[in-house]
């Protein structure tokens, strides 16, 4: 892989912030976009735009192709065993919330239990608590180690014949850990629990494998993986996915409503479609296609093997920083390319805002994870993530810069 080249492919690069080169370092918040998606949408907007499934049209028939199309190709990129096991959606919190209100409306109830880790993102935490209220099931909650990593064995001892679905991020958008989803997976299946894997920071970055993996759901954005926004996916095992009620009503997702005397008859749509209530982000599906394309093309293991090295020479030189405090497991071999650090004497807002004027791109804040950061004792912390286009020289800046703020 060669990043100086991928870097030509996005043209917000080019930019400058506050007369300094962008350096963007904001990845796990969303990615840029390479030419060959903006030109995709630009395409479909300018040639090919009609609603899809609902027309014998040129326009509505060629929408509908390239739609189809994209989720034969999304589906083989995280190796489905059919495309119609792939569910279209607003992002990751829409995919998680599908499974949460279908699930626990129809298949969880009082005496049940749904087990969570307590490293995730508020998309896989609040959609639960809302549902219990509603249902009165309970919520188990699996600690984290201090460094940030899974307490395996408490999440697998909180596993239970009670547990009907276990829910755990694959990578942690605050710490960059990756967790050991064929081991939990296992532990759930012993237990006939399902497994509900968020991927937004996994899919986009490494080679993700839902039947190796043996994951019953998978849930990912578009936007973290050079997809537009407002486009996500849920992946779920076809004969689950069946047994399960609709998420949304409207159009597209019925196949018959007719009317005796005063009773209503439906009958749904088959899938995919039964979930994919309403006119759908269509060009967002065909964008999010030509990002698979453009990151197949690079190879997902050219990817994690990039980001890793970044990882790498980013912590290495940030150790030798004063009155840096960095957070998340020693072992980089553990981690994606996330490193989430405080500045001593400074919040994590004035550290991004002190680094925006020289052109570089932090986040701040909880990151959507406050849980985590109270078991690491913070109100908020600075991250920098990385992505392909992304380069030593760039970091090499980025510590430059912290050299002169923080002698």
Known sequence: MDPQAIRQDFPILNRKINGNP???????????????VIDTLTDYYTNHNGNIHRAIHTLSSEATELFEKARERIGKFINTTSPSEVIFTRGTTEAINLVAYSLGCGNIGSGDEVLISLM?????IIPWEIIAQCKGFTIKYANINKDGTLNYDDFESKITKKTKICCLSHVSNVTGVINDIKRVTKAAHDNNALMLVDGAQSVPHMKVNVRDLDIDFLAFSGHKMLGPTGIGVLYGKKEILQKMPPFQGGGEMIKNVSFDKDQCNISWNELPWKFEAGTPDIAGVIGLGAAVDYLENLGMNNVF????????YAVEHLKKCNNITLYGPNDLSQRCGIIPFSINGFSSHDTAAMFNEYGIALRSGYHCAQPLHQIFKLSSTARASFYVYNT????????????????
Request: aromatic share 6%; charged share 30%.
């Open 392 to 407: 030593k020289t760039e970091i090499d800046r980025f510590i430059e810069i912290l050299g002169e703020l923080i002698p």
């Open 305 to 312: 093997n990039h980001e890793k090295e970044l990882t790498q």
């Open 22 to 36: 962008l350096i963007y370092f904001d990845n796990a918040a969303t990615s840029q976009k390479p030419r060959q």
């Open 120 to 124: 995730e993102h508020h998309s896989n």
